[in-house]
């Protein structure tokens, strides 16, 4: 079946720090990768996606990369501020049904 | 554009009275999604409609469970009777057919004792 699984939590960093949390994806056909992010007592953001391979997604210094041939989509920030300290939610859709599925998520928390 | 607005922001109920949460999509959005977040499971999806028309609903927990969508810009999720393992945060999400892009609302923090 369809999957994500990501690395657990939480992930304690200093500010500006170098930032990596791991996704990979079991799917069938060629989803679309995407990471979500929650901050504390909000809803969930779309923080950025990919549509197919080699492509990649960025936004607010995030960046991930769809890696078909390793099924992964990794979430990497150069230098994380205080700011991003949140939940982190590795999520992707197949073409057959459009829903997303989600990762468990990786709690983010960045010491000043 | 408002973004998907859910109301109330927090509800306290006592164990057997009925909760009503509602959400209203962005303009234009045709899917509409109910979810439920707990530490113990997580985000789980309980139902969707696409065109105001329920299409899965396999993962309402229960009879007591039950969603509507009379039309394109309103949705309820009510429980009745509520029971304190409903306790969670309840979010409200829409998306456009063409978007893979869904968006959620603020959720509605339900704390039932």
């Known amino acids: 079946g369809n999957s994500v699984t990501q690395m657990e939590g939480p992930v304690t960093l200093s500010e500006e720090a170098f930032l990596t949390i791991n996704c990979t994806y079991t799917?069938?056909?060629?989803?679309?990768l995407f990471w979500y992010v929650q901050y504390p007592g909000e809803g969930l953001q779309l923080l950025l996606k990919?549509?197919?391979a080699d492509d990649k997604g960025s936004n607010k210094g995030f960046e991930a990369t769809y890696r078909k041939e390793t099924t992964s989509f990794h979430l990497e920030k150069g230098s994380v501020q205080v700011s991003d300290s949140a939940v982190y939610f590795c999520a992707l859709i197949v073409p057959s049904n459009y829903q997303l599925i989600w990762g468990a998520g990786t709690k983010l928390i960045i010491k000043p | 554009d408002a973004g998907v607005i859910q109301s109330p922001r927090h509800e306290v109920t006592e164990m057997g009275q009925e909760v009503t949460l509602r959400c209203k999509p962005i303009s234009g959005h045709d899917y509409l999604f109910w979810y439920r977040q707990t530490m113990m499971r997580g985000l789980e999806l309980l139902i969707y409609?696409?065109?105001?028309?329920?299409?899965?609903d396999s993962g309402m927990p229960e009879d007591r469970f039950s969603a509507k969508m009379p039309n394109a810009s309103f949705s309820t999720l009510k429980i009745q009777p509520s029971e304190p393992r409903d306790s969670a945060v309840y979010f409200c999400?829409?998306?456009?057919?063409?978007?893979?892009?869904?968006?959620f609302g603020s959720g509605t923090r339900l704390t039932v004792v």
């Open positions: 409609f696409n065109n105001n028309v329920p299409i899965d």
């Open positions: 999400a829409s998306r456009k057919s063409s978007d893979y892009g869904y968006t």
């Open positions: 990919a549509t197919k």
């Open positions: 799917a069938t056909g060629y989803p679309s």
